[in-house]
């Protein structure tokens, strides 16, 4: 998904029918986190038939954080979503949500809801994503509505664009995937702030261990692993 070319969104866990409404939540998912799971359900209840957990090779604002490897990411996300018959999981060539928007559209062949927080909100019309800041806000708003939930810290603000509340739980907000680094790295209890079956990937790979050398090898092989990959599929 990393090549050049065109916007592309690919499925690698559920189903996406033909046509339906649905929704995207995009992230690094740095791990999902129970508050990602919280906000997909309340997409659901809103009415979304299908919702598209989508990840990119590299997210915005997140080329710095070193782990987990964004395969054992995926791989935790299609975990959790596995039991879920509306959930899909997704990668995406591009980073930038209007492209995976576009990209989603274009295989449902209707309008797209963006499940986002009021911090993704904000930054959804942050000039500075944007060659052309005008224009994305256009195509935005030609393809997608917004779903927004609260994020602590991040006070709701007028938007150029279609948007309505999205209700989740009181202890939605509050609950970061910093959070659940922060915890792994103590070696504190997960089960509170990411999925049961995340907590024990959590455990088993050290992912966020205080330690990074154990999972720096781990994330290494890997990547050699995808190397091998591309080059069979050259």
Same mark, same amino acid.
């Given at each position: 998904m990393a090549a050049a070319g065109p916007p592309r969104l690919e499925v690698v866990g559920g189903t996406l029918p033909p046509a339906g409404r649905a929704a995207l939540l995009a992230g690094s998912f740095n791990p999902i986190t129970r508050a990602h799971a919280a906000l997909a359900a309340a997409g659901h209840r809103a009415g979304q038939e299908r919702i598209v957990l989508a990840m990119a090779p590299v997210s915005l604002d997140k080329e710095?954080? @070193?782990?987990?490897h964004p395969v054992d990411r995926l791989d935790w996300v299609r975990a959790w979503a596995r039991r &879920?018959?509306?959930a899909v999981v997704a990668v995406s060539s591009h980073p930038l949500l209007v492209d995976m928007a576009e990209a989603l559209a274009r295989r449902t062949g209707g309008e797209v809801a963006l499940l986002v927080g009021t911090d993704k909100a904000a930054q959804l019309v942050?000039? +500075?994503?944007?060659?052309?800041?005008? $224009?994305?806000? @256009? +195509? &935005?708003? $030609? #393809? /997608? !509505? &917004?779903?927004? /939930? @609260? +994020?602590?810290?991040?006070?709701? #603000?007028a938007l150029p664009l279609r948007a309505e509340p999205l209700p989740t739980p009181g202890w939605t907000p509050a609950r970061s995937s910093t959070e659940a680094r922060a915890a792994a790295a103590r070696g504190e209890p997960l089960d509170r702030l990411v999925p !049961?079956?995340?907590a024990a990937a959590i455990r088993r790979t050290r992912a966020y261990d205080d330690d990074p050398a154990p999972y720096l090898a781990r994330a290494r092989q890997l990547? @050699? &692993?995808l190397a091998v990959a591309r080059s069979a599929g050259d």
């Amino acid at each position: 998904m990393a090549a050049a070319g065109p916007p592309r969104l690919e499925v690698v866990g559920g189903t996406l029918p033909p046509a339906g409404r649905a929704a995207l939540l995009a992230g690094s998912f740095n791990p999902i986190t129970r508050a990602h799971a919280a906000l997909a359900a309340a997409g659901h209840r809103a009415g979304q038939e299908r919702i598209v957990l989508a990840m990119a090779p590299v997210s915005l604002d997140k080329e710095g954080v @070193e782990r987990a490897h964004p395969v054992d990411r995926l791989d935790w996300v299609r975990a959790w979503a596995r039991r &879920l018959p509306w959930a899909v999981v997704a990668v995406s060539s591009h980073p930038l949500l209007v492209d995976m928007a576009e990209a989603l559209a274009r295989r449902t062949g209707g309008e797209v809801a963006l499940l986002v927080g009021t911090d993704k909100a904000a930054q959804l019309v942050d000039p +500075r994503y944007y060659q052309d800041p005008g $224009r994305a806000i @256009e +195509r &935005l708003d $030609r #393809t /997608a !509505s &917004l779903l927004v /939930a @609260e +994020r602590a810290g991040y006070p709701a #603000t007028a938007l150029p664009l279609r948007a309505e509340p999205l209700p989740t739980p009181g202890w939605t907000p509050a609950r970061s995937s910093t959070e659940a680094r922060a915890a792994a790295a103590r070696g504190e209890p997960l089960d509170r702030l990411v999925p !049961s079956v995340v907590a024990a990937a959590i455990r088993r790979t050290r992912a966020y261990d205080d330690d990074p050398a154990p999972y720096l090898a781990r994330a290494r092989q890997l990547d @050699e &692993l995808l190397a091998v990959a591309r080059s069979a599929g050259d």
